[in-house]
Nanobody
Framework: QVQLAETGGGSVQTGGSLRLSCVAS???????IGWFRRPPGKEREFVAS????????VYSDSAKNRFTITKDSTKNTVYLRMGNLKPEDTAEYYC??????????????WGQGTQVTVSS
C-alpha cells in the first residue's frame, strides 16, 4: 500500500501561480505518479504524470504550457507547478500513483486531495 500526502492547495486570483506537493511512502511499488483533479460537478480528470525512474512526463491538453510536473526522488516527492491559473482550474486536486495512471481506472493509489480555488 502506497500512501500519498498532498499539500499546497489554496486560493489564488486569475493569472496567479500555485505549487502542489505530494509525498509518497514508496516510489518502487507505483512507478508512475501524478495528479488528477475534480472540478465542481464534474468527474475526476487526468492532469499530469511523471515516472520515478526516467522522469517521463505526460500532460493533459489543459495543463500543457501552464503546468509543470517535477520530482525529487531523494524525497519521494512530486510537484505540480501551476501557472497562469484560470477559474476553470478550480478543483480538488488529487495525487495519484500506480503502474500506469493514464486514466482513473488505472490508478492504484490516491491521496486525500487538496482544494485549489481560482477567482476572477
Amino acid at each position: 500500500q502506497v500512501q500519498l500526502a498532498e499539500t499546497g492547495g489554496g486560493s489564488v486570483q486569475t493569472g496567479g501561480s500555485l505549487r502542489l506537493s505530494c509525498v509518497a511512502s514508496d516510489r518502487f511499488s507505483a512507478p508512475t505518479i501524478g495528479w488528477f483533479r475534480r472540478p465542481p460537478g464534474k468527474e475526476r480528470e487526468f492532469v499530469a504524470s511523471i515516472t520515478w525512474l526516467y522522469g517521463i512526463t505526460v500532460y493533459s491538453d489543459s495543463a500543457k504550457n501552464r503546468f509543470t510536473i517535477t520530482k525529487d526522488s531523494t524525497k519521494n516527492t512530486v510537484y505540480l507547478r501551476m501557472g497562469n491559473l484560470k477559474p476553470e482550474d478550480t478543483a480538488e486536486y488529487y495525487c495519484a500513483a500506480g503502474r500506469d495512471i493514464s486514466s482513473r481506472t488505472s490508478v492504484s493509489f490516491w491521496g486525500q486531495g487538496t482544494q485549489v480555488t481560482v477567482s476572477s
